[in-house]
């Protein structure tokens, strides 16, 4: 897999620290933590709807915009992306059984 999302997550930080002119990220910044929420919310009832009844392209355009929110939700939250991806590695080794996570 590509490291894609690692080079997007690095993009994004750069993006809050430097809050350029024009930039969606900085806007979103600006608005605050509350505003970055909603719009992650939002973008995941957008992707929903999709999966239950739009065309594939669409699903993969929501998902590709509720992934970017989450990063920028989780910089804002100071959760660093590595963070988020040894998770899902402890939770891949982990023996599955009762009450397991996947």
Do not use: C
Request: overall charge neutral.
């Amino acid at each position: 897999m590509s490291d894609f999302l690692s080079e997007l997550w690095l993009v994004i930080k750069k993006r809050i620290e430097e809050k350029p002119q024009g930039s969606y990220t900085a806007e979103i910044v600006k608005r605050g933590l509350p505003f970055a929420a909603r719009k992650f919310g939002e973008e995941s009832v957008e992707l929903i709807v999709a999966s239950l009844s739009e065309p594939r392209d669409s699903v993969i355009y929501e998902a590709a915009d509720v992934i970017y929110h989450l990063m920028v939700l989780l910089a804002l939250r100071g959760v660093d992306w590595a963070e988020v991806i040894k998770e899902l590695e402890r939770r891949s080794r982990a023996k599955s059984g009762a009450g397991g996570n996947s």
